[in-house]
């Protein structure tokens, strides 16, 4: 059950305005790599690197930890790899949500050992009172509390990743 809005579109677009401000101001002269982790943060992505005004490369990898539960299992499969080279490249992985932050240092373990000059992260949400692994992250969008929340690329079991907005969602009260 959808339980109430956490975030409008008016505050999600008004986060990701900030974060492309400081990202634009941190890019002159940067050979960037965006990284996309699929699924959830493709909204996120598009929107953010959209309002980028170096060129950068976009590239998207996906790997999956939930299945169809609202509890990481803990372990990180490779669904989809990359496809440009990130040797000595500035890369920026995008997330939608860092939970427990397993996810992510899966991916950026991952991503080093491709010698890039630079790996930061870039994530819409962080959910700081889940976090099972310390992992650095560069640009915030908005913290929030720990309650599971779907739309604007979060799901439920592959539901609601296309709301406009982000809802708390109530996983034992039906659909
Ligand atoms: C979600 C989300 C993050 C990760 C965060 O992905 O998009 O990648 O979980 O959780 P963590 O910090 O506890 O690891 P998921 O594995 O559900 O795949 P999806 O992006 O396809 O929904």
Known sequence: MLKEKVLTREEIDAAIERLAARLNADLVGRDAVFV?????AVYFFTALTARLK?????????VSSYGATTESSG????VKDLTVDISDKD?????????TGLTLADVIALLHARHPRSVRVVTLLSKPARRRKDVPLDFVGIEIPDRFVVGFGLDFAEHFRNLPEIWEYLPDQGV
């Open 36 to 40: 996309c982790i699929l699924k959830g």
């Open 54 to 62: 170096e060129s950068v490369v976009i590239d998207f990898i996906q």
């Open 75 to 78: 372990t990180v499969i490779l």
């Open 91 to 99: 890369v920026f992985v995008v997330e939608d949500i860092v939970d």
